[in-house]
């Protein structure tokens, strides 16, 4: 791992077990980065996407065609930055809904009827492709090649696992005034790491508002009515359930999300990942 940031960051201001509870939650992650000189491309923004035969290009029915977003090779990636259920070969294509084609009708995690506008597409190594023309209704956008960086993710600190290592239970974080003094200067620096949000791929979220994972638990409450049955435990204990697949960030060169749309963030279960059942993934946006 080429960056262990958060691990340091412990090692200076924590203390004790807090160290090693804390540092138990990180994961390596995979942060893709604009391609310079002759540097491999293992994703791209924008552009057209190459798809099977017989594979149609994604639309959400009623609304139009999706806007492609982003390719990523699965085996270009490092594999020291992803979990190892991820693939080892193949290509994921994602796709979603720009709201600018239709300002009445956006993604929302909180809503199943809009889940159609978001999907995720997996195209196994060895499966013959070709390049499809981006639909008349819509606009490519510039196409923007990636390189991979293995760095070190850490949970978001409203995230249960988090609580539970830092404050010892799955209490919230108390009053800034009430937060214990052994514990504000690591918050304090741990917030000041996490300015630069990114691409990503694998490890944890790094999130704009807040954990991305309540977002999703908080849809999954809807589609269920678990939320109705158990209130915040069982947004607690589906947070936990979902784990980042990718997140991209909005891009100046690539326009592939607009200033105002901020962050795309898919999302799945590991089980989901392990048996390559993508279109499982869940998408939420953080502006």
Request: aromatic share 8%.
């Amino acid at each position: 791992m080429t960056d262990q940031q958060y691990a340091r960051l412990a090692a200076e201001w924590l203390s004790g077990g807090l160290v090693a509870r804390w540092t138990a939650l990180l994961r390596p992650c995979v942060r893709l980065r604009v391609a310079v000189g002759g540097e491999e491309a293992v994703a791209v923004l924008g552009g057209s996407p190459e798809l099977p035969g017989g594979v149609g290009w994604p639309e959400w029915d009623g609304y139009g065609p999706l806007s492609f977003v982003a390719s990523v090779r699965c085996d270009a990636l490092p594999r020291a930055g992803l979990p190892e259920a991820f693939p080892t070969a193949g290509t994921l294509l994602f796709f979603h809904f720009d709201s600018r084609a239709d300002e009445d009708a956006f993604v929302s995690v909180d809503d199943p009827e809009s889940w159609a506008g978001a999907r995720v597409v997996y195209v196994p190594q060895g499966t013959p492709v070709a390049p499809v023309d981006t639909p008349p209704e819509i606009e490519a956008f510039p196409r923007v090649a990636l390189a991979a960086d293995v760095e070190e993710s850490a949970p978001d600190l409203g995230l249960p696992q988090a609580r539970r290592a830092l404050l010892g239970d799955d209490r919230h974080w108390p009053h800034p005034r009430d937060t214990p003094a052994e514990l504000k200067p690591f918050l304090r620096a741990f917030r000041r790491l996490r300015t630069r949000i990114g691409h990503q791929v694998g490890g944890h979220a790094l999130p704009v508002q807040g954990p991305v994972e309540y977002d999703i638990a908080g849809g999954t409450a809807a589609a269920e009515g678990g939320l109705h049955a158990e209130g915040g435990r069982f947004l607690d204990r589906e947070a936990e359930r979902w784990v980042l697949l990718t997140q991209f960030s909005s891009d100046g060169s690539a326009r592939t999300t607009s200033p105002d749309d901020g962050t795309l963030y898919w999302l799945i279960r590991p089980e989901d990942l392990a048996a390559r059942r993508f279109d499982r993934a869940r998408l939420t946006v953080q502006c």
